[in-house]
């Protein structure tokens, strides 16, 4: 049976794909924000994910405002990325779990989460750019399934649908007959804001608020609205719904194991956390 080894969360910047391009590591800027993924490798090092299910959110590469899913789950063998015009490197081909994506579609439809199918799908930054700080090596040594959410254009789906979209997702993986490690990464986030008259906001206590409540409580913050959510966290802030559902995804008593918190880098608070599952704790002891 597929079991699920626990969860990742991190910020999905296009700036940091230029860092690793320019080896950018070890500057003054970037060190203390790629020191925080030597946890994040070490804890892979140990639990060994075969696939990587991805929650994240497009930004007009695959869908743009004229049909946009609230939903939608990739079923391929393979997907690729293209130039978004950020100025970064093209990510490599990123290889696709088709038989999981198919298991985790019947299931959520069966759920009544009606998603979108895409047996071709663009991936864009908010999927290479945490794949290439999560396993940096020369190769994917993992296969994905990636979950995207409209966080782009009104109305979005709530805190509270995003959360029961992973539980529904979490669910369905350890249904899942094949032998299979499972990852749950959340990318996005977190408070930040790109444009208008509050461009550059940051609200570092309702990050650490956020923080803390998603380990243990994630359904305190299913009360705040969509209207809310964007006041407290900047109208991009809501690439939280990301992190909502990869913390949904997460079955039994979660425990965090890392957080690092940094900001700015370009626009946003960047943060990155690592989740353990009761059943991951508990498969790693034995
Ligand atoms: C930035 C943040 C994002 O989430 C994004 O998708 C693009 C840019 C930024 O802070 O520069
Ligand atoms: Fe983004």
Redesign the pocket.
Known sequence: MAIIVGGVGT?????IGKAIAEKKHNDPYWKPFFKGFDYVHYWLARTKPDVAVVFYND?GLNFFLDKLPTFAIGAANEYRSEDEGWGIPVSRPIPGDAGLSWHLINALVADEFDVTMCQEMLID??VTIPMALIWPGPAWPIKIVPIEINTVQHPLPSLERCLKLGRSVGRAIESYKQDLRTVIIGT?GLS?Q?DGQRAGFINKEFDRLCLDKIVAEPDALTGYSIHDWIKESGS?GV?FLNWMAMRGALTGRVSELNRNYHIP????AAATVVYDTESGAARQAA
Do not use: D, K, M, W
């Open positions: 910020t999905h910047v296009p700036a930004h930054h908010a996005g930040h790109l991009q690439e880098i370009s626009n946003t």
